[in-house]
């Protein structure tokens, strides 16, 4: 059975999820259809993007990912479909391709939207579900439309280093609120050296220590390590983190231009200090 999934910033309070799966399972017969999730916060890309590849990489070759994140960002006669890791993306024009295959995926191609339908998500829908469809009659990608050699490209959020620090900023928080920064594991030992270390994410709060589970630290204190994605989480054992500290996600304001380092919330970045 061939697997289509289905990311969105949504949310779950309307008709549209369902509607949305109602006409995959009309247009797609036999088709397993999952959900992801539909709690992106509204426009966040860099949350998107954390999301989808921690999650696409556990599912099998030939699955379509659907990908309605900031669907409507800029008014276009077309939708992408990318082959990444053997699997295929689907999405607006609007960098997240780029950004979840961390860098130019093997083959793009632009979908063309039927001109006698209103652009909303509906029709979005219907076109993914022809480019699904051909897939499945064994059609390959570059048969479904042309080329796209001039979509936007745009790179993951990376955090700030020099020579004795790293500043990450806070991409995902969970449902228990633990909180999420765009530090891979890789990263951080990279830059750490083998020296120690102290996370600084409040003025005075510090942590020392990487833990390997919440359960390595007493119930109620503060703890980071890296979970199942590879990425630094700051936590409290059966505790609410962001909560506690005051800490927030990251905005889409944060991403524009004209908006610099220096603009970013002290309560939004979180400093690894070296030595």
């Known amino acids: 059975m061939s697997i289509i999934t289905l990311t969105s910033d949504i949310g779950l309070q309307d008709y549209l999820v369902g509607a949305i799966k109602g006409q995959l399972w009309?247009?797609?017969?036999?088709?397993?259809?999952?959900?992801?999730t539909h709690q992106i916060s509204p426009f966040n890309l860099p949350q998107a993007t954390y999301i989808c590849k921690g999650a696409f990489a556990y599912f099998p070759p030939k699955t379509f990912h659907i990908v309605l994140i900031n669907l409507f960002d800029r008014k276009a006669d077309y939708v992408l479909l990318a082959e990444h890791n053997g699997q295929y993306i689907a999405c607006a024009d609007n960098g997240l391709t780029t950004m979840i295959a961390d860098g130019m995926p093997v083959r793009v191609v632009k979908l063309p939207l039927d001109k006698q339908l209103p652009k909303d998500t509906f029709s979005i829908i219907k076109r993914f579900s022809q480019a699904y469809q051909e897939l499945q009659k064994g059609k390959d990608l570059a048969e479904l439309g042309q080329p796209a050699t001039d979509y936007i490209v745009k790179n993951n959020l990376q955090p700030m280093t020099g020579q004795d620090y790293i500043d990450g900023q806070i991409i995902h928080i969970d449902n228990f609120e633990n909180v999420v920064v765009n530090i891979t594991r890789k990263q951080f030992d990279e830059h750490r050296q083998n020296r120690p270390f102290s996370i600084f994410f409040r003025r005075d709060e510090v942590i020392t220590q990487i833990a390997e589970t919440y359960a390595d630290v007493p119930e109620g204190h503060k703890l980071a390590l890296f979970n199942a994605a590879g990425y630094l989480e700051v936590a409290i054992n059966k505790g609410n983190a962001a909560g506690l500290?005051?800490?927030?996600?990251?905005?889409?304001?944060?991403?524009?231009?004209?908006?610099?380092?220096?603009?970013?919330?002290?309560?939004?970045?979180?400093?690894?200090?070296?030595?």
């Open 245 to 275: 500290f005051g800490l927030q996600g990251f905005h889409r304001d944060q991403l524009t231009s004209n908006s610099g380092y220096q603009q970013l919330s002290f309560y939004q970045t979180v400093r690894i200090i070296f030595g």
């Open 26 to 36: 009309q247009n797609c017969p036999g088709a397993q259809v999952m959900d992801i």
